[in-house]
């Protein structure tokens, strides 16, 4: 925000380059310290068709707090990062020894996370030339009953790919019959 009044605010949106995709250079660094919000975009996500390929440990919200956003909704999105950064930990694990030797807390959170993954690729307006997809809107209140639904394990028995490129959880229960997954 540049500036706020009794009247109104300003806003703007910057692009900033990140040499080498390095969100720990010293020139972005300092910039995003500044920044209200930072949206950052992953290759990583885009080659594994996750559109938006919005990285979700990566960005930041000054507003992501209970006081502004809500309790349920805070609590919620800290869940799904903390799910997140589980997972990430464990990738150099799974490279060499693979999923089958983690323990069985560990194997539920790379599953969930993998379900978060794929839900967070919902089909946005701005994706669709990639999807084929056509954008659909879904309400926050859904968008949070959806992660949480699957933060509490209500849908574990569903494959991960019912989860990829739907908009809402009720979306992805039906992708999941389609499939021949009894619900």
């Given at each position: 925000?540049?500036?706020?009044?009794?009247?109104?605010?300003?806003?703007?949106?910057?692009?900033?380059?990140?040499?080498?995709?390095?969100?720990?250079?010293?020139?972005?660094?300092?910039?995003?310290?500044?920044?209200?919000?930072?949206?950052?975009?992953?290759?990583?996500?885009?080659?594994?068709?996750?559109?938006?390929?919005?990285?979700?440990?990566?960005?930041?919200?000054?507003?992501?707090?209970?006081?502004?956003?809500?309790?349920?909704?805070?609590?919620?999105?800290?869940?799904?990062?903390?799910?997140?950064?589980?997972?990430?930990?464990?990738?150099?694990?799974?490279?060499?020894?693979?999923?089958?030797?983690?323990?069985?807390?560990?194997?539920?959170?790379v599953h969930r996370a993998r379900r978060i993954q794929n839900f967070l690729s919902q089909p946005f307006?701005?994706?669709?030339?990639?999807?084929?997809?056509?954008?659909?809107?879904?309400?926050?209140?859904?968008?949070?009953?959806?992660?949480?639904?699957?933060?509490?394990?209500?849908?574990?028995?569903?494959?991960?790919?019912?989860?990829?490129?739907?908009?809402?959880?009720?979306?992805?229960?039906?992708?999941?019959?389609?499939?021949?997954?009894?619900?």
């Amino acid at each position: 925000r540049i500036t706020s009044t009794m009247r109104g605010s300003i806003t703007s949106v910057q692009a900033i380059y990140v040499p080498a995709d390095d969100i720990t250079d010293p020139a972005p660094a300092t910039t995003f310290a500044h920044l209200d919000a930072t949206t950052v975009l992953s290759r990583q996500l885009f080659e594994r068709a996750i559109y938006p390929a919005v990285d979700p440990l990566e960005s930041t919200s000054r507003i992501l707090d209970p006081r502004i956003v809500g309790e349920e909704h805070y609590e919620t999105a800290r869940e799904v990062q903390r799910i997140l950064q589980r997972y990430k930990d464990l990738q150099d694990i799974i490279a060499i020894l693979g999923v089958e030797e983690l323990s069985d807390e560990d194997k539920l959170v790379v599953h969930r996370a993998r379900r978060i993954q794929n839900f967070l690729s919902q089909p946005f307006h701005v994706a669709e030339q990639h999807t084929g997809r056509p954008g659909v809107y879904v309400p926050l209140e859904e968008a949070i009953r959806g992660f949480r639904e699957i933060l509490d394990g209500k849908w574990d028995h569903l494959p991960e790919s019912a989860f990829h490129l739907v908009g809402t959880i009720d979306e992805a229960v039906d992708k999941a019959k389609r499939m021949g997954v009894r619900v």
